[in-house]
């Protein structure tokens, strides 16, 4: 019997971190992110950019900034100073189910990526 509950506690320490952020904490939640954990941003309007620097997740534990599943989205609008997304100097990182709204036709880039490793 004992077998089985080390492997199932083995298990589910295997599991990602999961963490979740929304329209008013989303920052700092970013800048806390190590290799394999996930981010779940809440629906809402994000005004504030989404800056992404030195976020170095691993080949096996990649870092996961997402947009919830189902329902509303997470929505980040662009002004025309800032890109809406700025990636620098991150590797392993997917970006996955946000909708970036660019609000004007000549402005900044919807995503930018640049020093990557």
Request: charge should be negative; include cysteine.
């Amino acid at each position: 019997m004992t077998p089985i509950a080390l492997i199932l506690g083995y298990a589910f320490s295997l599991a990602a971190p999961q963490k979740t952020a929304d329209p008013t904490n989303y920052v700092a939640v970013v800048s806390t992110l190590q290799p394999g954990e996930t981010l779940t941003l809440a629906a809402g309007t994000y005004v504030g950019n989404l800056n992404l620097n030195n976020l170095n997740g691993t080949p096996a534990a990649w870092i996961t900034i997402q947009g919830p599943g189902s329902g509303p989205p997470a929505i980040f609008l662009a002004d025309l100073w800032n890109n809406t997304v700025e990636i620098a100097n991150c590797s392993y990182l997917a970006i996955k189910r946000l909708t970036l709204e660019g609000q004007h036709l000549d402005g900044p880039f919807g995503v930018s990526a640049h020093n990557g490793l």
